[in-house]
């Protein structure tokens, strides 16, 4: 599977990289948009991450690349906090554009420091300011071992279930000149799943999730005072997010594969006392905002689930001009009570439910 989804791609006039870390994690990147398309476990061709069914075929996916409008692939990618300002021409305007320099260009790669580097200069233009922000986009890909490879009271679930995983290293630039400050953006990471599972939010007290837009349906949301939980069962695109204060700094997705169940976990830093910049045009003075949840279920784009999260913006000391990001991605594989047992232990979940797909 992913040999030949290398081969798709290569067919559709976009190069991809194949990166093995040391515990047999297979990682597929799309220099193209700097994604991380698939995520293998040693010996599966199984991807945990959802990707856009036209990759399925080379000539289905030079039509994809073709389009005029945003070519979506899916997986793991790094966008450019606030969409507001990043995604919407104009401030007054509700035209919505991914900037093609940002998400549809291609991006140096460079196997580095026992990874893989993917790179690119930019110019993005920041619509509230009405400013041209100059910027350098980083990310490195490398090994993240197992979280629970010491933990001896799990070590007969740890061994009957599949393992992938990595480390990503982000780092924002501004390259504006040093006399001007620097622009209020910030990293944005998402990750693309399949639609119907489970997200799982752990949280240090009880708080409901603001609403971004659309409407997700109440009977799917459940808030504990430890933890948020989100069935991605819905149709229609929907989305809501969780302020950095009372973050633990995990979330997970759970979702049926076949006769198996997979667990895909982000686990990132968070910084209450940073400045996250994401807002919302309905109320832009409401800021702190570090996870999000999307649910996109869109005939051009596709129906997928994001698990999204956003690290502080620019602007910090002792280097304001320059932010860094590092997150890891655990993913696991098997039996449906194995991959409980492990969401219990790295989420404090107890048992998702049974009929998410």
Request: hydrophobic residues 40%.
């Amino acid at each position: 599977m992913l040999e030949s989804f290398s081969r798709i791609l290569q067919g559709a006039g976009k190069g991809s990289e194949v990166f093995v870390v040391p515990d047999g994690t297979r990682l597929l990147l799309l220099p193209y948009g700097a994604r991380m398309l698939g995520l293998y476990a040693s010996g599966s061709e199984e991807n945990f991450f959802w990707t856009n069914p036209p990759l399925g075929a080379a000539e289905t996916a030079r039509e994809l690349f073709a389009r005029s409008g945003w070519h979506n692939t899916g997986g793991d990618r790094t966008w450019i906090a606030p969409e507001l300002d990043t995604f919407f021409p104009a401030a007054d305007s509700n035209q919505y554009v991914q900037p093609r320099q940002l998400d549809m260009s291609d991006y140096a790669v460079e196997r580095t420091g026992g990874g893989i580097r993917l790179s690119r200069q930019m110019i993005l233009h920041l619509a509230r300011s009405n400013r041209d922000a100059a910027l350098r986009l980083s990310k490195w890909f490398g090994p993240a071992p197992n979280p629970l490879r010491y933990e001896r009271d799990v070590a007969a679930q740890v061994a009957s279930v599949e393992y992938a995983g990595y480390t990503q290293r982000v780092t924002l630039q501004s390259l504006d000149e040093p006399t001007e400050p620097p622009p209020a953006v910030g990293i944005w990471n998402l990750v693309q799943l399949p639609a119907g599972g489970e997200i799982l939010v752990p949280l240090y007290s009880r708080a409901v999730p603001q609403k971004c837009f659309g409407d997700v349906p109440a009977d799917r949301v459940t808030i504990d005072d430890h933890l948020l939980r989100v069935r991605a069962d819905f149709a229609g695109s929907h989305k809501i997010a969780v302020k950095a204060a009372v973050l633990c700094g995990r979330t997970g997705y759970v979702y049926r594969q076949g006769e198996r169940w997979s667990l895909v976990v982000r686990n990132f830093l968070v910084n209450p006392s940073g400045e996250y910049v994401d807002v919302q045009r309905h109320d832009t003075d409401d800021r702190g905002y570090a996870f999000q949840m999307c649910r996109v279920d869109e005939v051009e784009f596709g129906s997928f689930c994001e698990m999204e999260y956003h690290a502080p913006g620019l602007g910090a000391l002792p280097d304001p001009a320059r932010s860094e990001d590092v997150s890891q991605v655990w993913a696991f594989r098997g039996a449906r009570e194995t991959i409980d047992h492990i969401a219990h232990k790295l989420l404090g979940a107890e048992p998702c439910s049974q009929d998410a797909t």
